[in-house]
């Protein structure tokens, strides 16, 4: 579907990028990584679409379990949710992940009482599952109840409920379950611990595997790259340092950039101004050796977006 940006008199893209993360404690919002990426829009209250006032798109709210299908079967041609949600709605043929997105991680994990018996999903085969992820439950359980030759009555039983699966074991419903979790603080309340990861999961940024609207492809690419380098920027930041000649190949040593360091030489006598990007979780380390290493003037820089 193709909406009219009045205002702008201009054909604009049907634009899904609301995304929810399933833990109640955290929800996120993909605007929140708008700013680096330059996608300026105003959203009016209780409204859940709206156009972008410096990019020819529309943006529209939803549930991220309501996108892969939007995106896959739907006019939208990109959009944000969980790699989880994408399998659950058995979408994987229809959508494309472009990016991950380093947001909402969290692993759907099998869970069973501290108390039990059971120490294994093979232990755990054969009898109740609760969970509000029949899809994906259905198929790990599958696959574990072929391997051991359970048949007919024999199969694990997976049942949904739509909240709070940590409770059902306590109230007598099942023997296990299969949700999502972040902390696990949740699940050590309810007396629970996990046996399996099923898989590990986080915000996607996806768009349709056949292509509906092929003279939109330039803004797509754009918005894609875009966010990518939001994602890029994340994981960078810029040190800059004052080095003397001899101390120079020993700092570039601790601090060789993606490529090569940008060197300048500075109006002082054999002295240089060295920049180069490092990865942001190593930057207090590098800023260190930097100082053991003779560098003066340390400074760090935060990345808003990049190219690389």
């Known amino acids: 579907m193709l909406m009219v940006d009045r205002k702008a008199s201009r054909k604009v893209p049907y634009f899904a990028i609301w995304c929810v993360i399933r833990s109640q404690s955290r929800r996120w919002s993909s605007s929140r990584r708008w700013p680096g990426a330059d996608i300026q829009f105003r959203r009016p209250n209780r409204l859940d679409i709206c156009s972008a006032i410096n990019l020819p798109i529309t943006l529209v709210f939803l549930p991220a379990s309501d996108i892969p299908s939007f995106v896959g079967k739907g006019n939208v041609d990109l959009g944000i949710t969980g790699h989880d949600v994408i399998l659950e709605a058995e979408m994987e043929q229809y959508v494309t992940e472009e990016l991950r997105l380093g947001f909402g991680k969290c692993a759907l994990q099998v869970q069973v009482p501290e108390a039990s018996s059971i120490k294994t999903v093979d232990d755990l085969a054969g009898k109740r599952v609760v969970t509000s992820f029949e899809v994906v439950a259905g198929q790990y359980f599958n696959n574990i109840d072929k391997r051991l030759g359970l048949q ?118 054999d002295w240089f101004a060295v920049s180069a990007m490092v990865e942001k979780n190593k930057s207090a380390q590098v800023m260190d050796d930097l100082v053991k290493a003779g560098a003066e003037d340390v400074l760090l820089f935060n990345l808003n977006n990049c190219r690389v």
């Open 152 to 269: 007919d009555d024999q199969r694990t039983k997976i049942e949904y409920v739509g909240g709070s699966v940590e409770a059902a074991c306590s109230l007598g419903l099942a023997d296990g379950i299969v949700d999502l979790v972040e902390s696990g603080e949740t699940m050590r309340a309810a007396g629970l611990h996990a046996i399996s990861t099923v898989l590990e999961t986080e915000a996607v940024l996806i768009r349709s595997t056949t292509t509906k609207h092929p003279h939109l492809a330039p803004i797509i690419d754009l918005i894609t790259r875009r966010i990518a380098g939001v994602i890029a920027a994340s994981k960078y930041v810029l040190v800059g340092y004052n080095v003397h000649k001899d101390t120079l190949g020993k700092a570039t040593e601790i601090t060789p950039g993606r490529r090569a360091p940008t060197i300048s030489r500075l109006e002082e006598t």
